[in-house]
């Protein structure tokens, strides 16, 4: 089956381009870069062999635009999600008036009363959309939603910024900021 072995695939580029690299031996420059070449061998020698037209194609249909070629198509770097430090370079941008963040029911209590928090990822991840929302929560259970109220962070100075596939980002979300849908 070609897309589910094309999920295997993404997910395998994910750990590597977002969380270890060392795994195949690649290294990330500081903005998460790595070269397509290097990449391709070094998948090739841990047993997972791509071809260029195969990468391409993960690249171009990957629901959530996971990663991205740099303009002249040498290097290749994941859009968000990294747990190696990398400094994406986003400039920061205001956010809509109001975001989302999709988490499970079991999770709520904590997040209502602590806010929310960035644990293993560089940035806390929230959604312009419902649906995109309610599939992030859906991944470990019940899916819930809570409304961010973005516009009074912003002016109160927290800092937003959108990744290359529209995921917002900021460092945390106080309690003060949330309320459950
Ligand atoms: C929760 C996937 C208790 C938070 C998705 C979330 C997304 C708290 C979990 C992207 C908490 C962290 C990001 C607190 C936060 N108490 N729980 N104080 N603060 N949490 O995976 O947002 O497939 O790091 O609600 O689709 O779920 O990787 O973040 O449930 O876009 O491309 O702690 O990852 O995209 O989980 O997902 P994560 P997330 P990819």
Redesign the pocket.
Known sequence: NNGRQQATTSKFL?LVLRHQPALIGLTLDDAGWTPVDELLAKLADAGHALSREALDEIVRSSD?Q?FAFSDDGHRIRANQ?HSVPVDLGLPPLEPPAVLL?G??RR?LA??LE????K???HHV?LSESALTATA?GA??GESVLLKVDAARMHADGHVFYRSANG?WLTDAVPPAYLSPL
Request: without cysteine; proline residues 0%.
């Open positions: 994910s959530k996971r999600g963040h988490t499970t999770f904590s997040i602590q806010g929310l928090a644990r293993a990822r991840h992030v991944r470990r995921v």
